[in-house]
């Protein structure tokens, strides 16, 4: 099972741009697809992007499609979420997500701490 630690989070104003990056360990990455997730006070945990094992197929919410971009590097075993344009709503915990799969559901099995991301307006 593949360990996931993010980091980046921090709190940035409306406009700004944040990168959150998460790195893995102890597994094969190139078998996982990956994903980003992320929960704000009071809501359900919701998908935000994901990306096939390959690297291709980026994938992303409505709310977030155009301003954020999911890439993945297999050097470093890493998966970056470039944010830009961001806005209050999206003030959340961000969490990095796994699946040895070719394309992350909406239910993976592996999971990072998260990292909270704060957007003021």
């Known amino acids: 099972q593949v360990q996931l630690v993010e980091s980046g989070g921090r709190l940035v104003q409306a406009g700004d741009s944040l990168r959150l990056s998460c790195a893995a360990s102890g597994g094969t990455f190139g078998s996982y697809a990956m994903g980003w997730f992320r929960q704000a006070p009071g809501k359900e945990r919701e998908f935000v992007a994901g990306?096939?094992?390959?690297?291709?197929?980026?994938s992303y919410a409505d709310s977030v499609k155009g301003r954020f971009t999911i890439t993945r590097d297999s050097a470093k075993d890493t998966v970056y979420l470039q944010m830009n344009s961001l806005k209050p709503e999206d003030t959340a915990v961000y969490y990095c997500a796994a699946e040895r799969i070719a394309i992350i559901s909406t239910t993976p099995d592996c999971w990072g701490q998260g990292t909270q991301v704060t957007v003021s307006s």
């Open positions: 990306i096939s094992w390959r690297g291709d197929l980026p």
